[in-house]
């Protein structure tokens, strides 16, 4: 971090202060086509409370894997940016390694902050050893998306939409019966193998005992089961994610099984049909037992011993975490906020206004620990996992009870041992 001699392009209605009082602040996120929106409309409320700090945009991330080993590899070479978003599921590592600051210095010295107003289950994640390290940005769950003008060709309305993966594959003979190319799409790649833990949490079990992977208990093969029935009885097309994200938006599936972050982007680019989304389908009619929580925290990595320059990145930290900059998250995407402060400035209308964004928080009290991987090959588990999965997409692998024992000899050598 460095004061600035010249302006910035990025530098939006920051008052009267001149380009050489500014603190630059530099700060990396993921997945610009979800977020990029969502800090056109902060940057500008941050600028009016904060004339003296510019924000520089770093490169985003692709994804969440690419965001923890961009900085893993920015630590080594001494690049650090000064707050950087991470998945709920990747903060540990950088913890561990001693990248993360903890905040508490800079939590204690506020007036009328409370830890408690930020959901429970998201704070958890960012909490070590009793330390806040990352606060909560964005809170996500799987939903279902339905185009409604394809879903009445098989004769299906809001009335009657699949709640099992059985009633999911019904649909999709249906839709192919009434000529739908390709009636669904499953979010399988969606980034932390989040969809394979929506269906071990979706039976109440984890993913990760301690240190023990649990896809060799009952759960796993019956995750593993429905994965296979799901993309052969659908014949689900191998589509790369933001693909599948295009191909929904254009009225080409009828049904996409994903993250509710994308809800604001899918309505800003779809075309000219009628979107719905519905609680995420379970193995029976009562739903999933559980959920994991997905969407990603701010973490403090600054290398930066100047209180000044740590001040301004505490700063913009703790405004895109609470107030209006969580609120404009909601506003713009599909992510729930996840304090109340943000809650009461949406209120309740905001979701009765917009129905699409409203699933997700009805499917609150499922939400449950979007689990990492312990250890430092962590990311190479999460990439065993998908590769796996892809295979079961490709129809490479058949025998799902085969599957779960190479999967889980594979991942458990990969984790540390002891419980």
Known sequence: MKTLTTAMALVLAAGAATAEDKIVVEFAYPYSHLFDVTYEKILPKFYAENPNIEIKMRATYESYEDGTNTILR??????????????????????????????????????D??????HKAMLDLGTFNEDV????????????????ETMAKAGYDETNLPTTWAE?????????EAGVENPMFWGWNITGNWFLQALMWSQDKPTVMGTDFTLDEPEGLQ???????????????????????ASFSAGEIGMMYWSTSAV???ERAMGDFTLVTHEYPGFTAEGPMGLPAGGNSALLVSTSEDPAELEAAWKWLKFITSGEGAADVARTTGYMPPNQAANEIILADFYAENPAKATAVRQLPLLREWQAYPGDNGLAATQVIYDGIEGIVTGEYDDMEELQQDLT????????SGS
């Open 74 to 111: 920015e630590a080594v070479a001494g690049t650090l940016p000064d707050v950087t978003m991470q998945g709920l599921n990747r903060q540990a590592i950088l913890v561990e390694k001693g990248i993360a600051k903890s905040l508490e210095p800079f939590i204690a010295q506020e007036a």
């Open 113 to 118: 902050f409370a830890k408690d107003g930020y």
């Open 133 to 148: 390290y990352g606060l909560p940005f964005s809170i996500s769950l799987p939903v279902g998306y339905y185009n409604m």
């Open 168 to 176: 999911v594959i019904e649909a999709c003979s249906r839709l192919k």
């Open 223 to 245: 995750a593993l089961n429905t994965m296979k029935d799901l993309f052969q009885g659908c014949e689900m097309q191998n589509l790369e994610w933001k693909g599948a994200l």
């Open 264 to 266: 604001g982007a899918v």
């Open 409 to 416: 000899e594979e991942v458990q050598d990969l984790l540390p």
